[in-house]
């Protein structure tokens, strides 16, 4: 089984990349979990959102506290002191940043990918929801997944012109991430 943790903030769509994640993953024939977790309902809010994928079924409901992957939407968080909690070795970290990765952030991480996606966001959707951008960084990143996955599902999502915009950022976010093998 792979565990996933998403961070954000409230309206940067964590939760919709766990939903839109898990739908990709049904795409190729997994079985999913996916729910988020809120403190506060406001937006800015700090919001954690999981996602389980395996081959058979899945039953387990609570939180992830051992992720194989975290996907950090607002790099603000980055300062939690318990970001990092309990990563699994061979770990991946998908970061959205204008700035690379100089060294390794923790000890499990294998795979480090960054990618600017509120820039990409900002240019292609208009407005700074960069959670399909970094689903697409995820997918390159991490191998766990088909780019035409992620394509595939977000008609479910969205639809018209913003479904044509989040397209090309998650392409965007598949092309463009930087990734670090540690």
């Known amino acids: 089984m792979k565990e996933i943790r998403i961070h954000g903030r409230g309206g940067q769509g964590a939760v919709m990349a766990a939903r839109m994640l898990a739908s990709a993953f049904v795409l190729e024939g997994k079985s999913v979990a996916s729910f988020p977790m809120y403190g506060f309902e406001r937006r ?19 939180q992830i506290y051992t992720p194989d992957c975290l996907i950090v939407i607002d790099p603000g968080l980055l300062t939690l002191p318990t970001l990092f909690t309990g990563l699994k070795p061979e770990s991946v970290f998908i970061l959205n940043s204008p700035k690379k990765l100089t060294e390794q952030p923790e000890e499990h991480l294998k795979t480090g990918g960054v990618v600017n996606a509120t820039q990409i966001a900002v240019e292609e959707i208009g407005r700074d929801i960069p959670n399909t951008c970094l689903l697409g960084a995820f997918a390159a990143a ?4 088909k780019l035409q996955s992620l394509l595939d599902c977000l008609p479910d999502y969205l639809s018209g012109d913003i479904l044509q915009r989040n397209l090309k950022s998650a392409e965007r976010g598949y092309r463009e991430v930087e990734v670090t093998k540690w």
Do not use: N
């Not at 800015?44 to 609570?62: L, N, S, Y």
């Open 44 to 62: 800015g809010a700090p919001v954690v959102a999981f996602t389980r994928v395996d081959d058979k079924q899945i039953r387990e409901k609570t």
């Open 142 to 145: 991490s191998g766990w997944l």
